[in-house]
């Protein structure tokens, strides 16, 4: 019997296809007991993913001693290699496998839980935290034995795609689903803005999220329904309901080609006002879609998504040449490129990864880059040369204070002086930017205004920290409210605020490509928008239909409310 399940919808468009699981931690490893004969195979298996672990190891040590990499490297991986030899760790493993016949994966993760926990009574708080480095040096054997990365089935023969179903998925298992042929994911937990649903939208593949429990409910290959658009779940669907939503995703297709037609329309007002509409990317692979929308340039380049998902990190040529590659395709438009806003969801691989007691609030974004000088200079440096090739500008996240800036302007200004004396090109007036996206930083513009040249407005890290509400935890995800009269007001302000300092101010969180809020973002003056080029279209729709004039002074009205629901009823009604 088919049945039905409602979660999240965080990326549009209908799927069809057959479930993979896929083990929600890298940690959840199968369990199983080795046949006898077999267990000199299963020490074999052990050995030699303890051998390339090693390997590995070594190899960063190297690049990290050769200056490509980050400072406290060579100090993590001498822990984990010291770890990878310690008895306690491998040693123990193995005779768990001969004592009781256990996998090699299960017999790791046991003896890791048991270090894990002698480490959890150590009273040192600095020591107590190396367990987060016992962990990683586990994920990394298990992700050797598990024959990683190759372990998403291969295409369909009847032409239906897979569909991932997880209990979480991070950014990075996401960005792998784009060499795959992955129709969608469903998972347990997420929210609509979490970095991995921001990734599904920007891949084009259907996604809810927020299940629950779907990891017990379905079974592997069963075949599934997606509707990204309703947030539901098809489990197990007749031949009617297939052929119902083969019906609809037509229906939607068919929608969505009827907006081309405005792709070469200039986004104007009835009254005649100028809006630009941008794109977000992840990098130069979204480029073909920013084309195909003709949007008026990249308002978002997030570039951490060249440094996750990896072991070692991109050199400053790899660097260079994605945004050389953005910037050649954009000729003649703005290109914003943002510094590496790795933590958080999006924290690097292995080693330099910490373990934080609250990621969110931790060494994230231009934290993190101050506090790796190195590896932040060498971007400084592959942006500074990038623009050479185009309209590049620079954009500094999660700003909160003004000497983040002053630091990250001297590292800027010592890797101009660098390159000039290597009589490298670059363009000498690059503009530089800062997102807003802490209340501190909107509750006190002054200083920031001062020292960049545009702000961005990042209301997806706007709202969570305004509401004090992680994006990426279901559980909280229905007090995540962009209209808000808290958010309101920090948003507006700062609109208000570039307006009277002649500073340019976009929006280029997920709210600057929700239809819903097109209107009240033009009435409170906003005229640059940001967003997912796959949005552009039906933003440019609500663009043309709107007339700032007689927005304006009902978005001042809807600004003294303080009632959240009186607001969405005003801010629906705008439309009408
Ligand atoms: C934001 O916070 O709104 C934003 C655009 O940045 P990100 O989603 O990458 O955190
Ligand atoms: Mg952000």
Sequence with gaps: MPFTIHGLPVSQGIAIGHVHLVSHAMLEVNHYHVASKYLPEEMDRLDEAVA????????????????????EV?????????MLSDPMLVDAARELIEARRCNAEWALVQQMEHVVEQFEQIEDPYLRERKADVVQV???????LLGHPGHLPPKRRDGLGTIVVAHDLSPADTIGFRDHNIGGFVTDVGGPTSHTAIVARSLRIPAVVGLHHIRQLVEEDELLIIDGTRGVVIVGPDEHIVEEYRLR???LEVERSKLNRLKDTRATTLDGENVNLLANIEGPKDLNQVKAVNADGVGLY????????????????EQYEAYRAVLKSMPGKPVTIRTFDVGADKALNG???????????????????????????????????????????????MLAHAHEIDQTLTLIEKAKV?????????DERLAVGGMIEVPAAALALGMFIRRLSFLSIGTNDLIQYTLAIDRSDEAVVHLYDPLHPAVLKLISGTIQAGARFGLPVSVCGEMAGDPVYTLLLL???LRNFSMHPGNILEIKQQVLRADVGELAPRVQRILKMDEQSKIREAVLRLAG
Aim: glycine share 8%.
């Design 52 to 71: 390339t672990v090693q390997g590995e190891l070594i190899g960063l040590k190297a690049a990290a001693t050769a200056g490509q990499s980050h400072s």
């Design 74 to 82: 060579g100090a993590f991986v001498d822990l984990q290699l010291m």
């Design 138 to 144: 586990v994920e990394r054997l298990v992700k050797v």
């Design 249 to 251: 995703r037509t229906e």
């Design 302 to 317: 997030r570039t951490e998504f060249l440094f996750i998902g990896r072991d070692a990190l991109p050199d400053e040529e």
């Design 351 to 397: 080693v330099g990864a910490r373990f934080e007691p609250n990621p969110a609030l931790g060494l994230r974004a231009i934290r993190y880059s101050l506090a790796e000088p190195q590896m932040f200079k060498t971007q400084l440096r592959a942006l500074l040369r990038a623009s050479a090739h185009g309209q590049l500008q620079i954009m500094i996240p």
């Design 418 to 426: 660098e390159l000039r004396a290597e009589r490298v090109k670059f």
């Design 523 to 525: 009435g409170m003056g």
